[in-house]
T-cell receptor, first 110, second 112 residues
């Protein structure tokens, strides 16, 4: 069966510091991968998606970037965090239709 | 820009009652999804609706899709406390990569 992992689970970072969030999927090959952000009490915003290694599409301009160095690994990064980057970051994977979500990383930028 | 609207945003209902959550979207799509999110947790897939007229049921929840009206409903029958959660609908834009656009969510509280 397929499993999706995210780490860290929680993170507190100062403004201006770098960020690296990691997502890995087990039990499937060549999945589509996604990064979403959920602000407190809000819906989900699609940030990036990837249909293959090295293929990244960005949905919203921001100071975040994503990379897919391996088939089942998706990384979300920032060089300098802003206060507005705080939120719940969710990674998801899909093969055909349904997207399956990881446990999430709760990021607080102070 | 694809917009997905849910109503109501907040719903408080008594156990045993019925209610419907509505999801309207602004562009043509034949694929709609419902998810559940418990507080502080990730999203759990509930239903996948892949064509006009699709109806899916699981326990006390039933979802339907009318692509011509661009409307999906999530009907709750005889609510129980365990159904308390936030429910999201998501529309698949249908391009490569299945880009989902999520509704604002409906926060459901079932009161014993």
């Amino acid at each position: 069966s397929q499993t999706i992992h995210q780490w860290p689970a929680t993170l507190v970072q100062p403004v201006g510091s770098p960020l690296s969030l990691e997502c890995t999927v087990e039990g499937t090959s060549n999945p589509n991968l996604y990064w979403y952000r959920q602000a407190a009490g809000r819906g989900l915003q699609l940030l990036f998606y990837s249909v293959g290694i090295g293929q990244i599409s960005s949905e919203v301009p921001q100071n975040l970037s994503a990379s897919r160095p391996q088939d089942r690994q998706f990384i979300l990064s920032s060089k300098k965090l802003l206060l507005s980057d705080s939120g719940f970051y969710l990674c998801a994977w899909s093969i055909s239709y349904t997207q399956y979500f990881g446990p999430g990383t709760r990021l607080t930028v102070l | 820009e694809l917009k997905v609207e849910q109503n109501p945003l907040f719903l408080s209902m008594q156990e045993g009652k019925n209610y419907t959550i509505y999801c309207n979207y602004s562009t043509t799509s034949d694929r709609l999804y419902w998810y559940r999110q418990d507080p502080g947790k990730s999203l759990e897939s509930l239903f996948v609706l892949l064509s006009n007229g699709a109806v899916k049921q699981e326990g006390r929840l039933m979802a339907s899709l009318d692509t011509k009206a661009r409307l999906s409903t999530l009907h709750i029958t005889a609510a129980v406390h365990d159904l308390s959660a936030t429910y999201f609908c998501a529309v698949d834009r249908g391009n490569t990569g299945n880009q989902f656009y999520f509704g604002t969510g409906t926060s459901l509280t079932v009161i014993p």
